[in-house]
């Protein structure tokens, strides 16, 4: 018996990124439901159940990591990844994201990402 594909919540305010994404994580066998800002996010992952969570780090209203707090003060357990244009990882983003990604190397690190955090928390 088939296993239903895991669900990631995509959450970037620029919609071509979010486009792309969608279809990456689509094709490599991924249900996947997006939104535009970090709010749009939070209340869709208060409605539905997600096994990730991927969202870029610069967003206006609300940056990745403000969103990634109310996500896991929500849930502690949701593996979160935050996308960035910046090498460096931001004192701030300490301890909220469990994986975090420089968007350059995005599609390789990013699908290996998911699969390790959805076998993490299988096994978990």
């Not at 869709?44 to 403000?66: A, C, E, H, K, T």
């Amino acid at each position: 018996m088939k296993s239903d594909p895991a669900k990631i919540l995509c959450i970037d305010d620029e919609e071509p990124g979010l486009e792309l994404r969608k279809l990456l994580l689509e094709s490599a066998g991924y249900h996947v439901i997006t939104a535009r800002s970090g709010a749009e996010g939070i209340q869709l992952f208060r409605s539905q159940p997600v096994d990730v969570i991927i969202l870029d780090y610069w967003m206006s209203g609300m940056n990745g990591v403000s969103v990634a707090r109310e996500l896991k003060r929500l849930n502690a357990a949701i593996p979160i990844i935050i996308l960035s244009a910046y090498a460096s990882l931001p004192d701030e983003a300490l301890g909220v994201a469990d994986v975090w990604i420089l968007k350059g190397d995005a599609t390789e690190s990013l699908l290996a990402s998911i699969k390790d955090l959805l076998e993490t928390r299988k096994a978990g």
